[in-house]
């Protein structure tokens, strides 16, 4: 069965400094994997999506991730992290090849200090 | 950007009651879901509807759960008898022909007392 794993609750950085949210996923195909954006008493956002083309993928708000097959890991990036990224990040897998169901990881909470 | 919009942002309702949870997808989307997330708990799927009918669901998804799609363009979740574990936010969602971008509305969190 699908899933991912997100390996931190709560990930704190200042302002002006680099993001690394770390996702490791276990499928037993090919996945189309996901990041969605949670701000507070908003909806979710999709970020970002890889579905087996290019590796790089490339996001809204300057937010990238690298699907590493090798490592079974797509974690999420981001040069420079701004206040407004202050939010919780999902990390989420396809169920299957053949639905659209998908499978939540547990969450990041990203905090941005002045 | 078009959007997926929920209502009620928030509903208190007593156990045993009835709650109908409103989704207007995106227009010309095709495929609708339910997905719901218990306080300090992942996301999960509860029943996706295609074609006027359900095409997935999940164990969750018991004969408590119903869905409809009662005119072009709303997208309802009903519960017939609440239960306190039913108590979660609530998130719609719908997709287009791609099905594999997702676009999820802003949740109805639901308090059963």
């Known amino acids: 069965a699908q899933s991912v794993t997100q390996l931190d609750s709560h990930v704190s950085v200042s302002e002006g400094t680099p993001v690394l949210l770390r996702c490791n996923y276990s499928s037993s195909y090919s996945p189309s994997l996901f990041w969605y954006v949670q701000h507070p008493n908003k909806g979710l956002q999709l970020l970002l999506k890889?579905?087996?083309?290019?590796?790089l993928v490339k996001g809204i708000n300057g937010f990238e991730a690298e699907f590493k097959k090798s490592e079974t890991s797509f974690h999420l990036t981001k040069p420079s992290a701004h206040m407004s990224d202050a939010a919780e990040y999902f990390c989420v897998v396809s169920a299957s090849y053949n639905t659209d169901k998908l499978i939540f990881g547990t969450g990041t909470r990203l905090q941005v200090f002045p | 950007e078009p959007e997926v919009t929920q209502t009620p942002s928030h509903q208190v309702t007593q156990m045993g009651q009835e709650v109908i949870l409103r989704c207007v997808p995106i227009s010309n989307h095709l495929y609708f879901y339910w997905y719901r997330q218990i306080l300090g708990q992942k996301v999960e799927f509860l029943v996706s509807f295609y074609n006027n009918e359900i095409s997935e669901k999940s164990e969750i998804f018991d004969d408590q759960f119903s869905v409809e799609r009662p005119d072009g363009s709303n997208f309802t979740l009903k519960i017939r008898s609440t239960k306190l574990e039913d108590s979660a936010m609530y998130f719609c969602a719908s997709s287009g022909d791609s099905r594999n971008t997702i676009y999820f509305g802003e949740g109805s969190w639901l308090t059963v007392v």
């Open positions: 890889y579905t087996s083309a290019a590796t």
